[in-house]
C-alpha cells in the first residue's frame, strides 16, 4: 500500500509539472506510455470522457453494413442505416453479453445472435427472441423488447471520421468540435469523397499511441526525418495551431508536382485565397489527425492497441466524384504513396522515442516554446484528464 501512495503521489507530482506552462513544463511521465494500468486509465479517462475516433463512415456507406470495432477493448458496431446515417452500438446480445458479429457483414435484414438466435434490426430494435418462452414459444413476459435492443453509442461523423462518447456524458458534438469548426470553417460542413481502395492504408507501429499524435502536432523535425518533404514545405514556411481541443500546424506552401504533364485534382469550390499554396495539419484529441488541402483531406485514425503498440488507419477523399474516379486513379495513386512515404518515414522516430521512454530517469523531456507548444497542449490536454481521473 506504501508504495502505491508513493508512486500516486509520484505520478500526480509529474502530471501537474506537465501543466506548467511551456516554458517550465515537463512532457507526460514514462508509466503513461510503459504501464497496462496506465493504458487502462486513459480508456477509462482520456477516451472515454470524450469524442474518441473508431473509424471512417465510408467503411458502412452501403445501408445495412455492419462493421465491428474493437476499440481498446470494448467491443463496438458501427452499422449503415437505411436513411445513410451511421449509428454505434455495443457489440453484444442483450441475453448473455454474446458478441454478435465477428466480421464486416452486409445485413439483409437482421443480426442474429449466434448463440440462442436473438434478432436484432438495422435500427437495434430487439426483433425475434426464439424459444424465450420455451420450445416453440417466441415470447416471454418478462422479456420486454422494446426494453432489449442493442445498447446505442453516442456517434457523429465530421470530415468522413466517426466519433463515439463512450461514456455518454461528454459535451455535445457541435460543442466539442466547435473550435474545429471555426480553424476549419471552409473544409468541414463541405461533401468529401473517397477516394476508394487505392486511398485506404494501415501502419502498424510499436509504439505508444500519444508519440504518434505529438509527433504529427509539430513541424520541428521536418529537415531531419523528412528531407523530401522539406523541399518544397520548408520548416520555416511553417506555423503552429493550438486550440482547447486540438493542435498542430499550417504550412503557407504546399504544393507537390503530381504529374509531370501538369495534371491535377479538381479544387474545393469557392476557397478563400489562402488556400491556393496552404494547407494545415491538426491533431483533433485524443486520436484523430486531419489534414486539408485545396485538392484533397485525408483523416488518421490511431487505434491504440496496447501501451506500446498502434495502429493507424489512413484514408484519403476528395473534392467531387470525378476525383475519385479512373480518370484521376493515376494521380490518387502517386497522392497516396506521397503520404505513405512520409508517414512511414516517421515510424522510426515514433518507435525510438518508445524505446526511450524505458530510461528509469527520464522525466518527461522539456518543449521548445516556439517549437513545441502544440506538442505541449496535447501533453497538458492528457495530463488533465489523467489527474481528473485520479481525484474522482
Same mark, same amino acid.
Given at each position: ?105 452486409? $445485413?439483409? !435484414? ?5 448463440? +440462442? ?5 438495422? *435500427?437495434?430494435?430487439?426483433? /425475434? #427472441? ?8 417466441n415470447a416471454h413476459p418478462v422479456i420486454e423488447r422494446p426494453d432489449l435492443g442493442l445498447i446505442p453509442v453516442r456517434s457523429h461523423v465530421i470530415m468522413g471520421v466517426v466519433f463515439v462518447n463512450l461514456d455518454g456524458n461528454a459535451p455535445s458534438f457541435d460543442q466539442a468540435t466547435a473550435g474545429l469548426r471555426s480553424q476549419w470553417s471552409d473544409f468541414v460542413d463541405r461533401p468529401i469523397t473517397f477516394g476508394g481502395d487505392d486511398s485506404f492504408f494501415r501502419l502498424e507501429l510499436e509504439t505508444n499511441w500519444k508519440l504518434a ?15 523530401? $518533404?522539406? !523541399? ?5 514556411? +511553417? ?5 482547447? *481541443?486540438?493542435?498542430?500546424? /499550417? #504550412? ?141
Amino acid at each position: 500500500m506504501r508504495d502505491e501512495l508513493l508512486l500516486e503521489t509520484h505520478l500526480t507530482e509529474a502530471l501537474r509539472s506537465v501543466l506548467k506552462v511551456v516554458d517550465e513544463a515537463n512532457g507526460l511521465p514514462n508509466w503513461c506510455y510503459t504501464s497496462e494500468n496506465g493504458f487502462i486509465a486513459e480508456r477509462d479517462t482520456v477516451f472515454s470522457s470524450t469524442w474518441t475516433a473508431i473509424g471512417f463512415a465510408h467503411q458502412v456507406a452501403e445501408k445495412g453494413m455492419a462493421v465491428p470495432v474493437t476499440f481498446m477493448g470494448l467491443p463496438l458496431l458501427m452499422i449503415g442505416g437505411r436513411d445513410g446515417e451511421v449509428s454505434v452500438y455495443q457489440n453484444v446480445c442483450r441475453h448473455r453479453g454474446m458478441i454478435l458479429l465477428e466480421e464486416p457483414t452486409l $445485413l439483409k !435484414t437482421t443480426i442474429t445472435c449466434p448463440y +440462442h438466435g436473438w434478432c436484432y434490426g438495422i *435500427d437495434g430494435r430487439l426483433r /425475434g #427472441t426464439p424459444h424465450v418462452g420455451g420450445p416453440g414459444e417466441n415470447a416471454h413476459p418478462v422479456i420486454e423488447r422494446p426494453d432489449l435492443g442493442l445498447i446505442p453509442v453516442r456517434s457523429h461523423v465530421i470530415m468522413g471520421v466517426v466519433f463515439v462518447n463512450l461514456d455518454g456524458n461528454a459535451p455535445s458534438f457541435d460543442q466539442a468540435t466547435a473550435g474545429l469548426r471555426s480553424q476549419w470553417s471552409d473544409f468541414v460542413d463541405r461533401p468529401i469523397t473517397f477516394g476508394g481502395d487505392d486511398s485506404f492504408f494501415r501502419l502498424e507501429l510499436e509504439t505508444n499511441w500519444k508519440l504518434a499524435v505529438e509527433n504529427y502536432c509539430e513541424s520541428y523535425h521536418l529537415p531531419w526525418v523528412h528531407p523530401s $518533404l522539406n !523541399t518544397y514545405s520548408r520548416l520555416e514556411d +511553417h506555423y503552429n495551431i493550438l486550440d482547447d *481541443d486540438f493542435s498542430g500546424q /499550417g #504550412t503557407l506552401v504546399y504544393n507537390p508536382v503530381l504529374s509531370e504533364d501538369g495534371r491535377a485534382f479538381p479544387l474545393f469550390d469557392d476557397l478563400p485565397d489562402k488556400w491556393d499554396t496552404a494547407a494545415e495539419y491538426i491533431a483533433l484529441y485524443p486520436n484523430a489527425l486531419l489534414g486539408v488541402h485545396k485538392d484533397h483531406t485525408f483523416a488518421i485514425v490511431i487505434e491504440p492497441i496496447s501501451p506500446s503498440k498502434s495502429v493507424e488507419h489512413i484514408a484519403l477523399f476528395y473534392s467531387d466524384e470525378a476525383a475519385a474516379g479512373d480518370d484521376h486513379a493515376d494521380l490518387r495513386a502517386t497522392n497516396t504513396d506521397l503520404w505513405k512515404t512520409v508517414f512511414k518515414e516517421d515510424i522510426f522516430v515514433v518507435e525510438g522515442m518508445q524505446r526511450g521512454r524505458a530510461a528509469p530517469d527520464f522525466d518527461g523531456g522539456r518543449f521548445s516554446p516556439p517549437m513545441d507548444c502544440a506538442t505541449h497542449a496535447f501533453h497538458a490536454w492528457v495530463a488533465k484528464r489523467l489527474l481528473d481521473g485520479m481525484v474522482q
